[in-house]
């Protein structure tokens, strides 16, 4: 059990250094540190978890696409509601796109090889299931989901921190649901593959 307190501190810790030095340090381009931060984790993550993984069926890959295409919808929603209610958040979200936004060929490699497995498999694969270890279910989506949304802060921006704090609970349920970390990857894949490449919400 301590073993485990000591694993996942360690790892909150990491993360916190790794996406504060991507967001807010930034020595080099975002996307080379962001890059090497989330392989960093991905490292941590196999070393000191236990992730579930295990061959797909077919509800599940239709779980994977509703959820990813359910929290596009869901943000697009969220983007109309700003621009109607007149929100002074529209600089923010035009000041995230400018930074997340994938440009290069090689940011897209990055995205859907290394950062998108990466943040499942730290935060619902290792963070989420050693947390399973002290409390239920429910509990452990929520205070994983309030670890992966404090993580964000580093970017300054309110709107990102309320994007982990939205989606985040969908994968952790997800991962839950299924016993399956390729899920929520694949939600997340789908999500990011709408929000960032296909139909920017810009």
Same mark, same amino acid.
């Given at each position: !059990?301590?073993?485990?307190?000591?694993?996942?501190?360690?790892?909150l810790l990491l993360a916190h250094l790794l996406l504060w030095a991507s967001f807010y340090w930034q020595p080099v381009s975002f996307w080379i540190i962001f890059s090497f931060a989330l392989f960093i984790l991905i490292g941590? /993550? =196999?070393?000191?978890?236990?992730?579930? /993984?295990?061959? =797909? =069926?077919f509800g599940q890959l239709l779980l994977a696409i509703g959820s990813g295409v359910g929290l596009y919808a869901l943000f697009a929603f969220g983007k109309f509601l700003i621009e109607w209610l007149n929100l002074p958040l529209l600089k923010q979200l035009n000041a995230l796109y400018s930074l997340v936004q994938? &440009? +290069?060929?090689?940011?897209?490699? !990055?995205?859907?090889? &290394?950062? =998108?497995?990466? +943040? +499942?498999?730290f935060w619902r694969g290792f963070v989420f299931q050693k947390l399973r270890f002290w409390i239920k279910p429910v509990p452990a989506i929520f205070i994983s989901t309030v670890l992966y949304g404090a993580a964000h802060i580093y970017a300054g921006t309110l709107l990102l921190l309320l994007a982990a704090l939205v989606a985040g609970p969908v994968w952790a349920y997800l991962y839950y649901r299924t016993k399956n970390i390729t899920i929520p990857i694949l939600s997340h894949t789908i999500?990011?593959?709408l929000l960032l490449v296909l139909f920017p919400l810009l």
């Open positions: !059990m301590n073993n485990h307190l000591t694993q996942l501190t360690a790892g941590f /993550s =196999i070393g000191f978890g236990s992730i579930n /993984s295990r061959k =797909i =069926i994938p &440009i +290069e060929w090689w940011h897209f490699l !990055m995205l859907f090889v &290394i950062v =998108i497995p990466g +943040e +499942e498999l999500f990011n593959l």
